[in-house]
């Protein structure tokens, strides 16, 4: 198998079939021989039950602790039998899934990157000014530090190996916020990470519209320099905003 889709969830009920109906086409999942994988952090909504009809295999954590979205991501990994691990957030949505998927085929399958990210955005007809200032920010922002070497892949969607996801040792579990930028910056020790202007994933406003923009980024800022220097995260805890 070539691909697999790992969508780490929790309570995302009143979002998740957007992106399953994107992805679930049979034609698409013939042509590009991909899986699509559930990891359920302990929903109490009805996304596991949703879900159901659309993915191949669904993981449910059972624990009575909380579960961190990256040991939801490891845990998907596990049971993959895709070459290319393919993480995508439950509240997203492609802006066109045939051309994520040609892309990949075209400009990473058989490259020498290690790992693909690309845009993130908001859908148009929901964008903000804000938005289009501080997403256009970001944007370039990622960008640049893939180009300078350090490394980073939005969690909304990233691309990996998965030769090279065991090589590192996948995410780490005990990272609550910016365990994407953390995971990443090992990536890139060893090998380049393609990034894609050619794609773009618009993800959920709905972070930004309850906490703003100048919150989030140096929410963003902060974790990824304690990430960074020690290791571990500020935030205990990436709050649900359902």
């Known amino acids: 198998m070539k691909y697999s889709i790992i969508i780490p969830v929790l309570n995302e009920e009143s979002i998740i079939l957007n992106l399953l109906n994107q992805i679930s086409d049979g034609a698409l999942k013939i042509r590009y021989d991909y899986e699509i994988i559930i990891s359920d952090g302990g929903s109490t909504d009805s996304t596991v039950k949703l879900a159901i009809p659309y993915a191949d295999k669904i993981i449910i954590h059972t624990g009575n602790s909380y579960q961190k979205i990256s ?11 895709g070459e290319i691990l393919v993480f995508i957030n439950g509240d997203v949505i492609f802006q066109d899934v045939k051309q994520f998927f040609q892309t990949l085929e075209s400009d990473f399958y058989s490259s020498k990157y290690v790992a693909f990210t690309c845009k993130v955005d908001i859908d148009p007809a929901d964008k ?27 969690g909304e969607c990233h691309v990996i190996r998965k030769s090279i996801f065991k090589l590192v040792n996948g995410n780490n579990p005990n990272i609550a916020a910016g365990e994407d930028f953390e995971l990443f910056t090992r990536i890139r020790r ?30 963003w800022l902060l974790n990824s320099i304690s990430v960074l220097l020690l290791k571990k995260s500020v935030s205990e805890k990436w709050t649900e905003v359902r």
């Open 71 to 81: 040991l939801g991501r490891n845990k998907g990994a596990e049971v993959a039998e």
């Open 128 to 154: 903000t000014y804000s938005d289009k200032i501080f997403l256009g920010f970001y944007k370039r922002y990622f960008h640049v530090l893939n180009i300078i070497g350090v490394g980073m892949g939005r």
């Open 190 to 219: 060893k090998g380049k990470v393609l990034y894609s202007n050619k794609v773009c994933i618009y993800e959920s406003p709905r972070r930004y519209r309850k906490h703003g923009h100048i919150y989030i980024f140096f929410t």
